[in-house]
């Protein structure tokens, strides 16, 4: 028997799993394939990335004096750009890649960013890679100069396929490609489309990564994840620029390509406070964890700098004292795994709870009765921004805007990042004063409505120029070739 098995072991087509796999990789590289060699990070794209340094440079005057500048939304979606593209026109048209679905339900949010997109540009073009086998083909006009148009694949791997089928049959006339820029928004199957288009076509190509795939812990979050890793390192070895949500993104992608460092940055963030504070949650952080009666909140990336460690152990004391209070822990990260060991070591598996589902974040900020935050990442602000237009309580860290915004025993409780025993301490005064928790909720709301600032004309503005320079880099590239050839 154990002879067998060797002789087995040495065929591994006769491997079902095997199989499968290598027919799953075969698909893929068959979407991937040209005519011509793939060449990685080779001198012709480092080439690029030089000329998108030089075109930085030629535009950063201009655009540092239009950042001081008053402008209205109306004139910020519809002003010209700063430098004409290689097209000749002054407005380009994208071709963006989404596994957001939610952009095919009419009136949606998502829906409503592609019209703001459109008033931008002169043309808007999205391919939503969904699976849903029991409709066919269509193609969804959103505005004058927006479209559309889900995949409808039978399987998640197809989805890639047949995107780039949609992408040829609506947007290739004779031997032209209809847009001037893709954009893929996630390193995944829509990084791998998003890189073949771009490559078949000659277009500048942007992604956006917003998923954290460094993440040890990250093949095992969802199914295919482990592809995903792989598709990732690939479509960023080849891309022409990145958008992050994060520093923390930005460093690790630098870190691993030093070609992409000038063309990496994070996306551009607006904080639309009445929109968190209007929204109508979605559903209850009490109905999801009903045995706990009091429950703090807590968001985390999980890296050393959210200091969930801190968070724990200030908490540690009440939660073990009051059975009927809960730490639920929304996000995940590189340090799960310690983290979730530091839980069992403190004796409160049960007490405290990891929840990965982030898109239920505002809804929980709406019905969680405390929020504990002392991280000193960049983006931990938005988390405090958020959770002060949503009217929930906090107890937060000297780092970061809070610290700046608020004021201590008035409108949050302040404490020193490195002191967990104070966190506890004002954790269990707001346990037995409600109506502390009104008051503070209450004048930390009033203060980001007064003093942090919503230009949404710069917002927009910041969102174009994150794509120009993109495209500028592009065109000055084919300038600069074009003319050591004459």
Same mark, same amino acid.
């Given at each position: 028997?154990?002879?067998?098995?060797?002789?087995?072991?040495?065929?591994?087509?006769?491997?079902?799993?095997?199989?499968?796999?290598?027919?799953?990789?075969?698909?893929?590289?068959?979407?991937?394939?040209?005519?011509?060699?793939?060449?990685?990070?080779?001198?012709?794209?480092?080439?690029?990335?030089?000329?998108?340094?030089?075109?930085?440079?030629?535009?950063?005057?201009?655009?540092?004096?239009?950042?001081?500048?008053?402008?209205?939304?109306?004139?910020?979606?519809?002003?010209?750009?700063?430098?004409?593209?290689?097209?000749?026109?002054?407005?380009?048209?994208?071709?963006?890649?989404?596994?957001?679905?939610?952009?095919?339900?009419?009136?949606?949010?998502?829906?409503?960013?592609?019209?703001?997109?459109?008033?931008?540009?002169?043309?808007?073009?999205?391919?939503?890679?969904?699976?849903?086998?029991?409709?066919?083909?269509?193609?969804? %006009?959103?505005?004058?100069?927006?479209?559309?148009?889900?995949?409808?694949?039978?399987?998640?791997?197809?989805?890639?396929?047949?995107?780039?089928?949609?992408?040829?049959?609506?947007?290739?006339?004779?031997?032209?490609?209809?847009?001037?820029?893709?954009?893929?928004?996630?390193?995944?199957?829509?990084?791998?489309?998003?890189?073949?288009?771009?490559?078949?076509?000659?277009?500048?190509?942007?992604?956006?990564?917003?998923?954290?795939?460094?993440?040890?812990?990250?093949?095992?979050?969802?199914?295919?994840?482990?592809?995903?890793?792989?598709?990732?390192?690939?479509?960023?070895?080849?891309?022409?620029?990145?958008?992050?949500?994060?520093?923390?993104?930005?460093?690790?992608?630098?870190?691993?390509?030093?070609?992409?460092?000038?063309?990496?940055?994070?996306?551009?963030?607006?904080?639309?406070?009445?929109?968190? %504070?209007?929204?109508?949650?979605?559903?209850?952080?009490?109905?999801?964890?009903?045995?706990?009666?009091?429950?703090?909140?807590?968001?985390?990336?999980?890296?050393?700098?959210?200091?969930?460690?801190?968070?724990?152990?200030?908490?540690?004391?009440?939660?073990?004292?009051?059975?009927?209070?809960?730490?639920?822990?929304?996000?995940?990260?590189?340090?799960?795994?310690?983290?979730?060991?530091?839980?069992?070591?403190?004796?409160?598996?049960?007490?405290?709870?990891?929840?990965?589902?982030?898109?239920?974040?505002?809804?929980?900020?709406?019905?969680?009765?405390?929020?504990?935050?002392?991280?000193?990442?960049?983006?931990?602000?938005?988390?405090?921004?958020?959770?002060?237009?949503?009217?929930?309580?906090?107890?937060?860290?000297?780092?970061?805007?809070?610290?700046?915004?608020?004021?201590?025993?008035?409108?949050?409780?302040?404490?020193?990042?490195?002191?967990?025993?104070?966190?506890?301490?004002?954790?269990?005064?707001?346990?037995?004063?409600?109506?502390?928790?009104?008051?503070?909720?209450?004048?930390?709301?009033?203060?980001?409505?007064?003093?942090?600032?919503?230009?949404?004309?710069?917002?927009?503005?910041?969102?174009?120029?994150?794509?120009?320079?993109?495209?500028?880099?592009?065109?000055?590239?084919?300038?600069?070739?074009?003319?050591?050839?004459?």
């Amino acid at each position: 028997m154990a002879e067998e098995e060797k002789q087995y072991k040495q065929f591994a087509s006769l491997d079902p799993a095997e199989k499968a796999a290598k027919g799953l990789h075969a698909a893929i590289d068959d979407i991937l394939s040209e005519e011509d060699d793939i060449v990685v990070l080779d001198a012709a794209l480092r080439k690029k990335h030089q000329a998108r340094k030089t075109a930085e440079v030629a535009v950063q005057e201009v655009h540092e004096a239009e950042a001081s500048a008053e402008v209205p939304v109306d004139v910020a979606l519809t002003e010209q750009p700063v430098l004409h593209y290689a097209s000749g026109r002054q407005r380009a048209r994208l071709l963006i890649f989404t596994r957001d679905t939610t952009m095919i339900a009419d009136e949606s949010a998502s829906q409503k960013r592609v019209l703001e997109l459109a008033a931008m540009f002169e043309e808007v073009h999205v391919i939503v890679l969904n699976i849903d086998v029991s409709r066919r083909d269509e193609r969804i %006009r959103v505005s004058r100069n927006a479209w559309v148009y889900p995949t409808h694949s039978n399987a998640w791997w197809r989805t890639p396929f047949d995107a780039y089928r949609v992408a040829r049959e609506q947007l290739v006339f004779g031997n032209g490609f209809r847009a001037d820029m893709v954009i893929a928004e996630d390193a995944f199957e829509c990084g791998l489309v998003g890189y073949r288009v771009a490559r078949k076509y000659g277009r500048a190509f942007q992604v956006h990564v917003t998923d954290d795939f460094f993440d040890p812990q990250f093949p095992d979050m969802a199914p295919h994840n482990d592809l995903r890793v792989w598709m990732a390192r690939f479509v960023l070895a080849r891309v022409d620029c990145v958008r992050t949500r994060s520093e923390y993104l930005t460093d690790r992608i630098v870190a691993k390509y030093p070609d992409l460092t000038s063309a990496t940055e994070m996306l551009p963030m607006y904080n639309n406070l009445e929109a968190w %504070r209007s929204a109508a949650p979605t559903c209850d952080v009490h109905d999801s964890y009903p045995q706990f009666k009091f429950i703090l909140l807590h968001v985390s990336s999980m890296l050393e700098h959210s200091r969930t460690d801190k968070v724990i152990l200030g908490a540690a004391r009440i939660l073990n004292q009051y059975p009927t209070v809960g730490l639920i822990i929304v996000g995940t990260g590189p340090q799960r795994e310690t983290i979730e060991d530091q839980i069992a070591a403190y004796g409160l598996t049960g007490k405290v709870i990891i929840d990965t589902d982030i898109d239920k974040l505002q809804s929980y900020m709406k019905t969680a009765n405390l929020l504990l935050h002392f991280s000193g990442e960049a983006e931990g602000d938005l988390v405090v921004l958020r959770a002060a237009a949503a009217g929930l309580p906090m107890v937060v860290g000297e780092s970061g805007i809070a610290d700046e915004l608020f004021v201590d025993g008035e409108s949050a409780f302040i404490c020193p990042d490195d002191n967990p025993v104070c966190m506890g301490e004002k954790i269990n005064r707001f346990l037995s004063e409600n109506q502390l928790r009104a008051r503070f909720a209450m004048n930390a709301t009033n203060i980001v409505f007064d003093r942090v600032e919503q230009r949404y004309d710069m917002y927009m503005r910041a969102y174009r120029e994150s794509i120009e320079r993109c495209l500028i880099a592009d065109s000055y590239r084919e300038d600069q070739e074009a003319a050591a050839e004459e």
